[in-house]
């Protein structure tokens, strides 16, 4: 898809369609935009209201150059948010492409230009690299973004979190540590900003990085940890370190899952594949600001040499951890990588992670549960998701649930039993950074849906990608 940017009048646009987003009962206001088309009337017929989503197609609106002219509504003024904003923008363009148009060009919906941006972006987004024949849908090649706005902010993050969706949503045998890695280098060879390390296992074992290795021991695919580097102001400032875990494909090792549903689990990278969009979105926008990102990146698999429940592992911190369940992978590798995190004397550390079954339901699809230390730091995430229709929701980090994780053989269990499972995965974590501003985001409810939205397909949602890149522009 190419975008382009044009200060023209409406009437001198030549393209295949335009959309208007109109305000219900507010339709006049738009009079003078389109001033051969008596929209008044049009509104006396009843067709068109300007009620959230609704849509009308004009053609041939005399002194138009433009023969189609998509009005979209947007609903009641006063109840206008950006988050509709992406939704209207999302409906009018996959409505476009469903009439076989490639081409067409867009308002900003009210004052909200990043967000149409990101709603015509995530709108169209589908996943069909793997199809043989092009699918039904046809395909949109040019959008044109008219008016002054800052239309350029919201195609940077809506192509971040498509780089997230794409990378969760390939299956295991595609996308594995290797792959993923390659991935890494080839998005960020074009920045001159960011600096990409990928570390091999002799990397990991030479830090003592066992517990992350004794989820690598059951599988053929050698693992890696990628780090990508992002300086955006003087080298002392403390960065702020985002950790995704990379988990290519969760069957629970030894502790094998069931195998209803288990194809999702090839979406357990969810963590990592949002890192490196955010990553991505932070060095293309040039953001004033330190940012680092790290990814253990392993599949957890069975097999002669897997990790067995019972198992004791020394952490890269020295702590010892008794592994009761292999499946509560995640957890391990996240320990090590919190351990590095630290090392940078960070300003914020921030891990994300399909951690926990018991998470989603909890929340559901719609939250992020998110478990943070420092409740300066909550304000801040909890603004960032609200601006970015991501949201998050506070759960406990406390140290009561603590004796649940106690082992008798080593410092802990990697397990706490069924209650507040979620909680004791977070208080797992807690052992392995010191960083006061720490946040962990449990996407395990959120990384997928089960239905198409608005502006996400049945499938990987690319969660949280818009959240904290605000959050990061918030921290600038
Ligand atoms: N990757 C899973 C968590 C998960 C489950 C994410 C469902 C998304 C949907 C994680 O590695 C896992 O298996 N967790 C276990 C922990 C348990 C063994 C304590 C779980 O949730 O069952
Ligand atoms: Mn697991
Ligand atoms: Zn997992």
Redesign the pocket.
Known sequence: MKFNFSNKNINEINDEAIVLGVFKDDISSKQDLIENVDLSSILNLGDFSGKKKQLMLLYNVEGMETKRLLLVGLGKKENFKSSIARSVSAIAAKNLRSKGISSFSILQMGEFSRETAEGVILGLYTFDELKKASTDNNEIKNVTFIGGGDFNTGIVIAEAQVIARRLTELPANIATPTYVSEEIQKIFKPMDNTDIKIHEEKWALDRKMNSFLSVAAGSDQPAKFAEIKYYGTDKSEKPIILAGKG?TF?T?GI?L?GGAGMG??R??MGGAAAVIGILYAVSKLKLNINVIGLTPLTE?MPSGKATKPSDVVFASNGKSIEID?T????RLILADALVYADEFKPHTVIDIA???????VALGEHYTGSFVRSDELWQELEHAGIQSDEKLWRMPLDKKYKKQLKSTLADLK???GRPA?SVT?AMFLSEFTETKRWAHLDI??T?WVTSAGDITIKGMTGVPVRALTQFIINSC
């Open positions: 988990i969760d629970g502790s899952k999702l689990m979406g357990d957890n369940n499946d509560a992978e995640g399909t951690l926990t079954g018991a998470m989603g990697n397990v706490g499972g995965a395990a409810g990384a």
